[in-house]
Nanobody
Framework: QLQLVESGGGLVQPGGSLRLSCAAS??????????MGWYRQAPGKQRELVAA???????NYADSVKGRFTISRDNAKNTVYLQMNHLKPEDTAVYYC?????????WGQGTQVTVSS
């Protein structure tokens, strides 16, 4: 059974940085062979795509985070990262890791990011 486990969330002041991690385990799943994405959901809002990386290494970002967030992966650790810089209060949300594998959607449990002074 494929599992995605996020970590790295927390409370940070505006302008600060956090790095989220998403470790994939189980089956024969390899992050380098699959597209991976980071989503977020703020209270009362729909879940939205923040950043994604394809199996070929191409990346794309939501307009709201371009220039501030960077998605990357460590194939040896089967882990995807989201480096978040210059954080703003509107970045406050639960952040989820996602992949589509074997025609099934897999989500992590989520990690809370709170940006507040």
């Amino acid at each position: 059974q494929l599992q995605l486990v996020e970590s790295g969330g927390g409370l940070v002041q505006p302008g600060g940085s956090l790095r989220l991690s998403c470790a994939a385990s189980g089956n024969i799943f390899s992050i380098y062979a699959n597209a991976m994405g980071w989503y977020r959901q703020a209270p009362g809002k729909q879940r939205e795509l923040v950043a994604a990386i394809t199996s070929g290494g191409s990346t794309n970002y939501a307009d709201s985070v371009k220039g501030r967030f960077t998605i990357s992966r460590d194939n040896a650790k089967n882990t995807v990262y989201l480096q978040m810089n210059h954080l703003k209060p509107e970045d406050t949300a639960v952040y989820y890791c996602h992949t589509l594998y074997g025609n099934r959607h897999y989500w992590g449990q989520g990690t809370q990011v709170t940006v507040s002074s």
